[in-house]
Nanobody, 120 residues
């Protein structure tokens, strides 16, 4: 299973970006998909997760500004980010808890990360 994240870039404070992450390869089932980020000099933080039934969990600090969604037909997860702040500058990583075959165990797969830079 490969994950390809896209949609990062440079945006001014108050602006919006939509990140996408598409899973490809040998996929039997994708359970949870989600987004993390790592800001410069900081640890990786969980932002949001979404299950295959579209139930979601958000980090408290992300509620109201970020929205996670998912297209199961496309094996793609999205992160809509609004009202961006300079402190949102980070590398954003997607992940998927998935099984590549019916006999394979679930495991986490990670995308390569996409850089979001928010200017003041």
């Amino acid at each position: 299973v490969q994950l390809q994240a896209s949609g990062g870039g440079l945006v001014q404070a108050g602006g919006s970006l939509r990140l996408s992450c598409a899973a490809s390869g040998s996929i039997f089932k994708i359970n949870v998909m989600g987004w993390y980020r790592r800001a410069p000099g900081k640890q990786r933080d969980l932002l949001a997760t979404i299950n295959s039934d579209n139930s979601t969990v958000y980090a408290d600090s992300m509620k109201g500004r970020f929205t996670i969604s998912r297209d199961n037909a496309k094996n793609t997860v999205y992160l809509q980010m609004n009202s961006l702040k300079p402190e949102d500058t980070a590398i954003y990583y997607c992940y998927a808890d998935a099984a590549r075959a019916w006999f394979a165990p679930n495991r986490d797969y990670w995308g390569q990360g996409t850089l979001v830079t928010v200017s003041s």
